[in-house]
């Protein structure tokens, strides 16, 4: 159990780069793209700040990180339930 909305989140979060986040889920750069504008437009500002080819992660997305961690670890514990 995930939401991989986090889980794309939480990688890029982690990589500050969208093309190497969709080649470690083994997804495309325009749906981690799509992913994270969704997330911005949901919760009504901006999670990362792009520079070119650069990208840093903002105050509100680092309080969105620490939450989205916790929330993945939770599925994580939920899945050994099922086990």
Known sequence: M???RLLIF???ARTLSFS???AQ???TQPAVS???AALEAELGGALFVRY???VSITVKGDKLKALAEKI???YSE???IKE
Do not use: N
């Open 78 to 80: 939920i899945d050994l």
């Open 10 to 12: 939480t990688t890029l």
């Open 52 to 54: 070119g080819r650069s």
């Open 20 to 22: 190497d986040t969709a």
């Open 72 to 74: 993945l670890e939770g």
């Open 34 to 36: 799509k992913c994270i």
């Open 25 to 27: 889920l083994g997804i």
């Open 2 to 4: 995930t939401d991989r």
